[in-house]
């Protein structure tokens, strides 16, 4: 079975530059997750949908940030314009559970992108 | 915010050897998710406690709850050196939160 999809899995660019980082989720799952991972901060959570709707997006650290999810099958995150210190690996995760707190429902991660923004 | 705390940060163990590693909550836990993430890739489940109390078991890796449902352990018993990685414990706090401790990386020598 295929799993979480991420691209691209590496991407090097300029401060300045905009960058879009990709995702599609396991089929017929319901939630989508978007984590960034660094070294200082560890594993955060940046936005959650739901449905295709987003839930809570107080993650994201800034308005240069933006996700959207069109339909089930496809996610994007944003940055514009990038800035060095958004250099990270960015995971995207999806899983069967309507909310968060449904404990029942693990979340599938894909295999990241490693962000580097010289 | 909730916050889990791990430990220790890192660990090398013989191989055959056991080893414990620990996470600890500030709030009362309401589901508590094991991870393995290798280097360059996602995190892979590995088990999800909920009751107080709960443990569980997969191959050689054993997580525990405790009653007081703030703190849990993972296990490992005669490690390999296919359980080198960084293991994440995460937590969901009310409905729209979720958050990982730091992570323990555990090195396994042959």
């Known amino acids: 079975d295929a799993g979480v999809i991420q691209s691209p899995r590496h991407e090097v660019t300029e401060m300045g530059q905009e960058v879009t980082l990709r995702c599609k989720p396991i089929?017929?799952?319901?939630?989508l997750f978007w984590y960034r991972q660094t070294m200082m901060r560890g594993l955060e959570l940046l936005i959650y949908?739901?449905?295709?709707?987003?839930?809570?997006d107080s993650g994201m650290p800034e308005d240069r940030f933006s996700a959207k999810m069109p339909n089930a099958s496809f996610s994007t995150l944003k940055i514009q314009p990038s800035e060095p210190r958004d250099s990270a690996v960015y995971f995207c995760?999806?899983?069967?559970?309507?909310?968060?707190?449904?404990?029942?429902?693990?979340?599938?991660f894909g295999d990241g992108t490693r962000l580097s923004i010289l | 915010s909730q916050e889990l705390e791990q430990s220790p940060q890192s660990l090398i163990v013989q191989e055959g050897k056991n080893l414990t590693i620990n996470c600890t909550s500030s709030k009362t836990l309401y589901g508590l998710y094991w991870y393995k993430q290798k280097y360059g890739e996602g995190l892979i489940f590995l088990m999800m406690?909920?009751?107080?109390?709960e443990e569980k078991s997969h191959e050689k890796i054993t997580a525990k709850l405790d009653e007081k449902k703030q703190q849990s352990s993972l296990h490992i018993t005669a490690s390999q050196p296919s359980h080198a990685g960084i293991y994440l414990c995460g937590a969901p706090e009310g409905n729209n939160k979720f958050y990982f401790g730091s992570g323990t990386k555990l090195n396994v020598k042959p």
């Open positions: 995760a999806s899983s069967l559970g309507s909310w968060l707190g449904d404990s029942n429902q693990p979340q599938h």
């Open positions: 089929s017929g799952h319901n939630s």
């Open positions: 949908f739901n449905n295709n709707v987003p839930i809570d």
């Open positions: 406690l909920q009751k107080g109390g």
